[in-house]
């Protein structure tokens, strides 16, 4: 991956331009510790050192992030729903507020440390510190993911997605009601150039579409489901409230919904199917989860 450092970008530190943007770095101590591993150069110099500032028209070249994490993941006893279970794949019906692989403040509670318990063989299937893991949802967000058990299962699954051969379904709660009862929102999404933990709809971003039809209303609230075309991070959430319907419990883009429904505590958004044919056989998959019980509470309590 390489970089050209602009002109407004001169000055800035290399740790601080490479959480900027670069996909992979989830947080700016992700972006210092491939530098430490020398996983990044300037103009071809392998560089070190995270604070070395940046001069306008410099070409920065980083390692994929996979190359210089840890290529051991802790294995955890941690209990995982499975939806479905084959010997190339498993579904996991992940629950509210479980992260789904290591990072800051998480190293061995995460859903890739149960899967590794449960599923050893998937060490080193794809990404060091996200093994078997294809795709995946935010820690308050519900839902189903799947997980590849082999190596071509994870070359599949993979082509599959990019290829828009998987079908992805969400179940939302959303403020207000929309204009149409059903529609498509295109807007790129790229990073909040205020708020880097944050993406926002900016034209220079990354082509995502979401479609959504409205399924009832409920008071001043409409519950939907929710397709995903692309999979960009917090694409749902994003695109929903840049069509002025928030997602219900949203603290990050749709702050007013927190207080509305007491009993909830996070985000209404829940994966509810997944469909795809299998890999191997070619035959239909349609796996779905029902609405788990704080979000049906939830629902229930504006009746």
Do not use: C
């Given at each position: 991956?390489?970089?050209?450092?602009?002109g407004?970008?001169?000055?800035?530190?290399?740790?601080?331009?490479?959480?900027?943007?670069?996909?992979?770095?989830?947080?700016?101590?992700?972006?210092?510790?491939?530098?430490?591993?020398?996983?990044?150069?300037?103009?071809?110099?392998?560089?070190?050192?995270?604070?070395?500032?940046?001069?306008?028209?410099?070409?920065?070249?980083?390692t994929?992030?996979?190359?210089?994490?840890?290529?051991?993941?802790?294995?955890?006893?941690?209990?995982?729903?499975?939806?479905?279970?084959?010997?190339?794949?498993?579904?996991?019906?992940?629950?509210?507020?479980?992260?789904?692989?290591?990072?800051?403040?998480?190293?061995?509670?995460?859903?890739?440390?149960?899967?590794?318990?449960?599923?050893?063989?998937?060490v080193?299937?794809?990404e060091?510190?996200?093994?078997?893991?294809?795709?995946r949802?935010?820690?308050?967000?519900?839902?189903?993911m799947?997980?590849?058990?082999?190596?071509?299962?994870?070359?599949?699954?993979?082509?599959?997605?990019?290829?828009?051969?998987?079908?992805?379904?969400?179940?939302?709660?959303v403020?207000?009601?929309?204009?149409?009862?059903?529609?498509?929102?295109?807007?790129?999404?790229?990073?909040?150039?205020?708020?880097?933990?944050?993406?926002?709809?900016?034209?220079?971003?990354?082509?995502?579409?979401?479609?959504?039809?409205?399924?009832?209303?409920?008071?001043?609230?409409?519950?939907?489901?929710?397709?995903?075309?692309?999979?960009?991070?917090?694409?749902?959430?994003?695109?929903?409230?840049?069509?002025?319907?928030?997602?219900?419990?949203?603290?990050?883009?749709?702050?007013?919904a927190?207080?509305?429904?007491?009993?909830?505590?996070?985000?209404?958004?829940?994966?509810?199917?997944?469909e795809?044919a299998?890999?191997?056989?070619g035959?239909?998959?349609?796996?779905?989860?029902?609405?788990?019980?704080?979000?049906?509470?939830?629902?229930?309590?504006?009746?």
């Amino acid at each position: 991956m390489e970089f050209t450092v602009s002109g407004e970008q001169a000055g800035r530190r290399l740790d601080v331009f490479l959480a900027e943007q670069w996909d992979e770095a989830e947080s700016r101590s992700d972006a210092q510790r491939t530098i430490k591993a020398g996983g990044v150069s300037i103009d071809g110099r392998v560089i070190s050192q995270v604070s070395a500032k940046l001069n306008e028209g410099q070409l920065v070249s980083v390692t994929s992030k996979s190359n210089v994490v840890a290529k051991t993941i802790i294995a955890s006893n941690i209990p995982l729903t499975v939806a479905y279970e084959d010997d190339h794949i498993a579904v996991i019906d992940k629950p509210v507020g479980m992260t789904v692989h290591p990072g800051a403040g998480h190293t061995d509670d995460t859903l890739a440390n149960g899967a590794v318990n449960r599923w050893p063989q998937i060490v080193g299937i794809g990404e060091a510190d996200r093994p078997g893991i294809v795709h995946r949802l935010d820690r308050d967000t519900s839902g189903l993911m799947v997980i590849a058990l082999t190596e071509q299962a994870y070359t599949k699954l993979s082509e599959m997605i990019f290829n828009r051969e998987m079908t992805r379904i969400y179940t939302a709660l959303v403020h207000g009601v929309p204009d149409s009862r059903e529609g498509v929102i295109d807007a790129p999404i790229g990073r909040d150039p205020h708020n880097r933990t944050k993406q926002a709809i900016d034209e220079n971003g990354r082509p995502s579409r979401t479609h959504y039809k409205v399924e009832f209303e409920i008071g001043d609230f409409s519950f939907l489901k929710v397709q995903l075309e692309t999979g960009r991070m917090h694409q749902i959430r994003v695109h929903l409230n840049a069509i002025g319907h928030a997602v219900v419990g949203d603290q990050s883009y749709g702050k007013r919904a927190s207080s509305m429904i007491k009993s909830l505590n996070r985000q209404f958004l829940h994966a509810s199917k997944l469909e795809f044919a299998h890999l191997v056989t070619g035959e239909p998959l349609s796996i779905e989860s029902k609405l788990p019980a704080d979000l049906q509470h939830a629902l229930d309590s504006l009746a």
